[in-house]
């Protein structure tokens, strides 16, 4: 079983930027097939932000292309999400999502909040 655990999250005004981060609670002997990250805002269904798989390859949101950056560090099966330009509508709640063997594992998600 793989744990990811964020951190990071926290309160912006609007333009500002967040760095979010995650990192599996112990060190895996498994492949990560991909790592990505989900928001949850109050009332709406989960939406997919980011996501990196394991040959490298990104896909983001339209909604936050040129704003986001999903990275990762490989050796310690971490991912990041640098957002800049944020805006209210990204607030939510993030979640960092970790895809093993066909199995998916969800951190417990971090709170974004971005006042105007």
């Known amino acids: 079983q793989v744990q990811p655990v964020e951190s990071g999250g926290g309160w912006v005004q609007a333009g500002g930027s967040l760095r979010l981060s995650c990192a599996p609670s112990s060190r895996t002997a498994l492949r990560i097939d991909a790592m990505g990250w989900y928001r949850q805002a109050l009332g709406q269904q989960r939406e997919l932000v980011a996501r990196i798989t394991f040959d490298g390859t990104t896909n983001l949101a339209d909604s936050v292309k040129g704003r986001f950056t999903i990275s990762r560090n490989k050796l310690r099966d971490s991912v990041y999400l640098q957002m800049n330009s944020l805006k209210p509508e990204d607030t939510a709640v993030y979640y960092c999502?970790?895809?093993?063997?066909?199995?998916?594992?969800w951190g417990q998600g971090t709170q974004v909040t971005v006042s105007s």
């Open positions: 999502n970790y895809k093993v063997m066909m199995r998916e594992y």
